[in-house]
């Protein structure tokens, strides 16, 4: 009998893994609407639901189902741009390429003290930073963008600070490039009858917000990129601040623009900071060139920095590419249960947290593999 019933289980497993439509649930997608009322579209269990909300000095409150955002507070306060150079706090936690896994980064997040056991920000006036790609391939996409927009205002209240950087896919998914959304989120499409990258327009909550955040931040000597800042890139003598404004202004379709020129595709040239792949030497012909010593110096002298923080490439473990201390790569599996990692900065001492709740040394990551 318990052969058969774990037989059963099994089969049951892999028939979910079908998505079947009737048990869908996904949202809400919040909208604004011209006569400042909202709009707010959900799916829950197939069937999808839409209610209008109506706003007082253009606030509301919207209650959702997801456990870790009860409610969605929305103001004119929480649409700003936020500063992308900053002071050193005490402790600052990097994290990156979460790629719709929420659950795991709870677990993380709680079990090393940053938020409390109803997920409510319990961090103080530290600083935790998303370092690009929260979107695309997991099931857990809208939960999780709702849940750092919590954190960045509960933080805010408390003295500390939530960065999010944009990615690759972040920007893709603005602009209509859905290659990498999960199955669920066709469903959604289907039967919202709402174009992907439209859940995430100009008009909504949630595309407000993500176009309003930043492509480089340097907090104190240490600047966060997605992907790479390459001597192409530097030759350009931009601020953080100008890269991260032409960035804004290209996001949206057409999906593919002249990726060849650096300089007008910030956002999507395969040298710019969202593609760059030129540190890891497994990649540089294609995505390089691979900066010298001399130029990844000149990079970081120009911006007063020690060292640069990328995502993008994965690299399993978070630790100093090819045992170089001025380059640190953080993208790990945060889709395997245990496999989650971050960056903590305390004092100019860097350390490696783990989902056991361990501080260990930062690894030396090849990146010839």
Same mark, same amino acid.
């Given at each position: 009998?318990?052969?058969?019933?774990?037989?059963?289980?099994?089969?049951?497993?892999?028939?979910?893994?079908?998505?079947?439509?009737?048990?869908?649930?996904?949202?809400?997608?919040?909208?604004?609407?011209?006569?400042?009322?909202?709009?707010?579209?959900?799916?829950?269990?197939?069937?999808?639901?839409?209610?209008?909300?109506?706003?007082?000095?253009?606030?509301?409150?919207?209650?959702?189902?997801?456990?870790?955002?009860?409610?969605?507070?929305?103001?004119?306060?929480?649409?700003?741009?936020?500063?992308?150079?900053?002071?050193?706090?005490?402790?600052?936690?990097?994290?990156?390429?979460?790629?719709?896994?929420?659950?795991? =980064?709870?677990?993380?997040?709680?079990?090393?003290?940053?938020?409390?056991?109803?997920?409510?920000?319990?961090?103080?006036?530290?600083?935790? =930073?998303?370092?690009?790609?929260?979107?695309?391939?997991?099931?857990?996409?809208?939960?999780?963008?709702?849940?750092?927009?919590?954190?960045?205002?509960?933080?805010?209240?408390?003295?500390?600070?939530?960065?999010?950087? =944009?990615?690759?896919?972040?920007?893709?998914?603005?602009?209509?490039?859905?290659?990498?959304?999960?199955?669920?989120?066709?469903?959604?499409?289907?039967?919202?009858?709402?174009?992907?990258?439209?859940?995430?327009?100009?008009?909504?909550?949630?595309?407000?917000?993500?176009?309003?955040?930043?492509?480089?931040?340097?907090?104190?000597?240490?600047?966060?990129?997605?992907?790479?800042?390459?001597?192409?890139?530097?030759?350009?003598?931009?601020?953080?601040?100008?890269?991260?404004?032409?960035?804004?202004?290209?996001?949206?379709?057409?999906?593919?623009?002249?990726?060849?020129?650096?300089?007008?595709?910030?956002?999507?040239?395969?040298?710019?900071?969202?593609?760059?792949?030129?540190?890891?030497?497994?990649?540089?012909?294609?995505?390089?060139?691979?900066?010298?010593?001399?130029?990844?110096?000149?990079?970081?002298?120009?911006?007063?920095?020690?060292?640069?923080?990328?995502?993008?490439?994965?690299?399993?473990?978070?630790?100093?590419?090819?045992?170089?201390?001025?380059?640190?790569?953080?993208?790990?599996?945060?889709?395997?249960?245990?496999?989650?990692?971050?960056? =903590?900065?305390?004092?100019?001492?860097?350390?490696?947290?783990?989902?056991?709740?361990?501080?260990?040394?930062?690894?030396?990551?090849?990146?010839?593999?």
């Amino acid at each position: 009998m318990l052969y058969i019933s774990i037989t059963l289980q099994i089969a049951l497993f892999a028939l979910l893994q079908d998505v079947p439509t009737n048990i869908i649930s996904d949202g809400p997608y919040i909208f604004h609407q011209e006569d400042g009322t909202l709009k707010s579209i959900s799916v829950v269990e197939g069937e999808v639901n839409s209610s209008m909300i109506t706003t007082s000095d253009g606030e509301a409150v919207v209650d959702t189902s997801i456990p870790s955002v009860p409610a969605i507070t929305i103001a004119p306060v929480h649409y700003f741009i936020p500063k992308d150079t900053v002071p050193m706090p005490t402790k600052l936690l990097a994290v990156s390429d979460l790629e719709g896994n929420l659950d795991h =980064l709870l677990e993380f997040l709680q079990t090393h003290k940053v938020i409390d056991g109803q997920f409510n920000w319990s961090w103080g006036n530290n600083h935790l =930073l998303f370092n690009g790609d929260s979107v695309d391939r997991g099931e857990q996409v809208t939960e999780l963008l709702w849940f750092i927009r919590k954190l960045q205002h509960q933080a805010s209240e408390l003295g500390g600070q939530v960065h999010f950087v =944009l990615g690759n896919h972040d920007v893709m998914i603005m602009a209509d490039d859905i290659r990498y959304i999960h199955d669920k989120y066709k469903i959604t499409v289907d039967k919202t009858g709402i174009p992907y990258h439209q859940l995430f327009g100009e008009n909504s909550v949630l595309g407000k917000w993500l176009r309003n955040q930043n492509s480089v931040i340097q907090i104190g000597p240490y600047i966060f990129v997605h992907a790479g800042y390459g001597p192409e890139l530097h030759a350009l003598q931009l601020t953080h601040t100008e890269i991260n404004n032409k960035i804004r202004d290209s996001i949206g379709p057409p999906k593919w623009p002249d990726r060849d020129v650096l300089a007008t595709s910030l956002a999507w040239s395969s040298k710019g900071p969202l593609w760059y792949r030129g540190y890891f030497e497994k990649h540089a012909q294609e995505y390089g060139p691979k900066p010298t010593a001399e130029e990844l110096q000149a990079i970081l002298d120009s911006h007063k920095a020690k060292a640069i923080i990328v995502g993008h490439t994965v690299t399993g473990n978070v630790g100093y590419l090819d045992g170089n201390k001025q380059l640190i790569g953080i993208d790990v599996h945060w889709d395997t249960m245990g496999e989650g990692e971050g960056l =903590l900065v305390t004092k100019g001492t860097l350390r490696r947290l783990t989902m056991d709740g361990s501080s260990k040394e930062l690894l030396d990551i090849p990146t010839g593999k």
